[in-house]
């Protein structure tokens, strides 16, 4: 049994050690408590059958969690100098891989098919995100396609809101219909500020995604649905026909073409996506491909 990496006395030792200063820039806030950690780990039900990946392994705090609880672990961090520190941190463990890789410039299937041994095992993403990123980073992995038994990640707590955001309220967006066409989210707990090294200056949550039920209606086009979620919310003041118009064009041919499906799917073009429910987008979307959009 090795010591924990994530205690505050320790953590602050490694830094020393390694004279690493945090970045801002990078979204680096360590956990320093291991009752989170362990919390974070149950949340995502994380079992000696899994394969996890992580995003932003920092020196190590959660992926040596990981890596006692899990099958194997895969971790992308951008940051050089946490590199050589990972590679002592991480010495035990024989279950994990740190790449050294900006997330957002990794093609996730290739990297599970390279560096998993065990393909069939299902597959969790657990990670304490850099939150500068947050939102890129989860339409990245939603965009995917790839079947996550679940996800558990701890973001700003806004942002957490939005996750579970339901059409009408301020928080739902082109975040909220991407993680809720694939997932069910919830808000598992807070964190306060003062579980970082150092402390972050926004309140933090975890939120726990997994499967959802079927949907009843199914998109023709699962990357033209995900780009009409981001058109739809281009400009938020805008109504939907204006947001439509500014993707498709203006043309006679076009807003034709626009009309057409908006009638098809009975939606009233001078309303907010705001309005929309995920089925009415998913609707909206067959539509426009009926009519060649
Ligand atoms: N997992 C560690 C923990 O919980 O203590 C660190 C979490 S810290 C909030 C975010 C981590 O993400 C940092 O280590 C940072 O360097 C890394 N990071 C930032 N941008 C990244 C990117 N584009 N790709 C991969 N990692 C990134």
Do not use: C
Request: charged share 20%; glycine share 4%; no cysteine.
């Amino acid at each position: 049994d090795y010591p924990d990496i994530a205690t505050p006395l320790r953590t602050q030792a490694i830094m020393n050690q390694y004279g690493i200063n945090t970045k801002k820039s990078l979204g680096q806030n360590f956990l320093t408590d291991m009752n989170i950690l362990h919390q974070i780990v149950a949340a995502g039900e994380v079992s000696s059958t899994d394969n996890v990946i992580e995003i932003g392994p920092g020196i190590g705090a959660l992926t040596e969690q990981l890596a006692r609880a899990a099958k194997q672990v895969l971790a992308f961090e951008i940051d050089g100098r946490l590199i050589e520190v990972l590679d002592d941190t991480l010495a035990p463990y024989d279950n994990v891989t740190v790449v050294n890789k900006d997330i957002l410039k990794v093609d996730l299937n290739e990297a599970l098919a390279q560096y998993f041994s065990d393909q069939m095992a299902p597959l969790k993403l657990v990670a304490n995100l850099p939150y500068y990123i947050t939102t890129p980073i989860l339409m990245q992995v939603l965009e995917s396609g790839i079947d996550f038994a679940s996800i558990v990640v701890m973001m700003q707590k806004e942002v957490a809101d939005r996750l579970s955001a339901q059409p009408g309220t301020k928080a739902y967006g082109a975040l909220s219909l991407a993680v809720q066409y694939r997932m069910q989210a919830h808000v598992a707990f807070t964190v306060s500020r003062t579980s970082f090294i150092p402390n972050p200056n926004v309140d933090s949550a975890i939120v726990v995604l997994t499967p959802r039920e079927p949907l009843t209606t199914l998109p023709r086009d699962e990357k033209k649905l995900f780009e009409l979620f981001k058109i739809g919310f281009a400009m938020r003041r805008k109504t939907l026909w204006n947001n439509l118009i500014t993707a498709f064009g203006k043309n006679a041919v076009v807003t034709n073409k626009l009309m057409d499906a908006l009638e098809m799917v009975q939606i009233d073009p001078k309303i907010r996506a705001e309005k929309l429910t995920l089925e009415q987008f998913i609707e909206l979307h067959n539509a426009l491909m009926t009519v060649g959009i």
